[in-house]
């Protein structure tokens, strides 16, 4: 600490003390070791980024989840990362996060953001448990007591749809998302014709009947106690989706989610004039131009970015900041393909934005929570960080190397329509 100086008076300026130098940043907190580690609990690949400083004891863990492509996340992190960033200094967040969007000159993408999240995450879980907090203490302090989830209610069938939405209602939660046999495709692999390749098959109006009755049938037999959400997934080719918007209007959803495909977002303004079905948009997204003119035009109601898929809680932050100045409400991606590191990083989030909007939750397996403890906790549809400093999630390393990544190729994205055609998933 600098001694006091004497406070100036303003009107006599010569009475003001000289300093004799002004006041030095606090030393370095070295990055000693960058390491990937990477574990499938449940058969899903998750990644993790493990910071140790040249504090013994203090290291950081966080999110590059990019479950199928995780051998490219870790070598973007292993190869070119550590050597970057071993003896910087880790309480330089924002100039870290800099330094690593551009290193390489090109930049972005779902790689290189997973890789810069898993760094960005650790960083703040250093920096929370340097300051003793947990980390939505260091970003503001909650204004909200816990994140009010909403869960997936599908079947193959209405009777099994109507008893999976009573079962979350039983477990007192509020907000249902609702799905008539996923997002219509047929998990088969079989094609509807012999010759047509494999695939997942799904035809866009057998899927927009089955949705808007199953929806139907849920509002009516539920009544308005409950909030419905729905998830289009890019099923509907442009213009139907306007038309979707409209005909899901009687329903009163809490949102439709991904309602078009990132390459026909110019769309939602068309939407906007037809329509006062709430939007959600945004787990595809990657780069800040793709969200910013959303929400500064309000042709989104919610934001939805699977924040390690952006570069980790750096830009969010910045994202939901921006949000907040137009209205626009967050829901961040929560799918089961993130760690619950990732989970935790949404959820303080949550806490700490006065223009939350829902979150979306998948719940933890045993397996899951034995690999990483102090997952967030879900009560009555509302989830709960644990108070240790930090992120609040642990590895328990042992544990993960008994889960070891699945090598598979993805078969779920490879989307048809009846003719044999490729379609987004
Ligand atoms: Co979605």
């Known amino acids: 600490m600098k001694p006091q100086s004497q406070p100036t008076d303003f009107l006599n300026p010569s009475s003001a003390t000289v300093d004799a130098a002004p006041e ?4 370095a907190l070295k990055i000693r070791d960058v390491r990937t580690i990477i574990t499938a609990p449940e058969g899903c690949n998750l990644i993790v980024v493990k910071i140790d400083t040249d504090e013994p004891e203090l290291s ?8 199928y492509r995780h051998h490219a996340v ?3 992190i292993d190869d070119h990362l550590k050597p970057l960033l071993v003896g910087r200094d880790a309480r330089q967040i924002e100039e870290i996060f800099q330094l690593m969007r551009l290193n390489a000159y090109w930049r972005n993408g779902p790689v290189i953001n997973n890789a810069l999240s898993g760094i960005d995450m650790a960083l703040w879980d250093i920096k929370a448990k340097e300051a003793g907090m947990p980390l939505f203490q260091l970003l503001g302090g909650q204004c909200r007591v ?3 989830v909403y869960r997936h209610a599908d079947g193959r069938d209405l009777s099994e749809i109507k008893e999976n ?9 509020s907000h249902i998302r609702v799905q008539s046999q ?4 047929s998990k088969s692999s079989r094609p509807p014709r012999p010759g047509l390749p494999p695939g997942v098959y799904y035809d866009p109006q057998a899927y927009r009947r089955s949705a808007l009755h199953a929806l139907e049938s849920v509002r009516e037999h539920f009544g308005q106690d409950i909030e419905l959400l729905h998830d289009v997934h890019e099923r509907l080719p442009a213009a139907e989706a306007v038309r979707f918007a409209k005909e899901t209007e009687p329903f009163r959803l809490f949102f439709l989610e991904d309602l078009l495909s990132i390459e026909h977002q110019d769309w939602f303004a068309n939407v906007r004039q037809v329509s006062a079905t709430p939007l959600a948009m945004g787990e595809l997204f990657t780069h800040p131009r793709e969200w910013t003119p959303l929400i500064v035009n309000r042709q989104i109601d919610f934001i939805r970015m699977h924040i390690s898929d952006i570069g980790g809680l ?7 900041i921006l949000a907040e100045q137009f209205g626009v409400r967050t829901a961040w991606h929560g799918p089961p393909d993130q760690s619950p590191i990732g989970h935790a990083v949404n959820l303080h989030l949550d806490l700490v934005s006065p223009n939350f909007g829902i979150q979306e939750f998948s719940g933890f397996g045993a397996n899951t ?8 906790v879900l009560h009555q549809g509302i989830l709960t960080p644990s108070n240790r400093p930090g992120i609040g999630v642990g590895l328990d390393e042992k544990a993960a190397a008994r889960f070891p990544p699945v090598e598979a190729v993805t078969d779920w994205t490879q989307s048809r329509l009846p003719d044999g055609s490729l379609n987004p998933p």
């Open 165 to 173: 939405v009573q079962k979350f209602i039983d477990e007192g939660v």
């Open 314 to 320: 750096t830009p969010a932050r910045k994202a939901a």
């Open 24 to 27: 030095l940043p606090s030393p």
């Open 60 to 67: 950081g863990l966080g999110c590059a989840t990019f479950c």
């Open 182 to 185: 996923g997002y219509g495709g």
């Open 74 to 76: 870790r070598s973007m």
């Open 146 to 148: 816990g994140a009010t």
């Open 369 to 376: 929570r034995e690999v990483f403890p102090g997952c967030p």
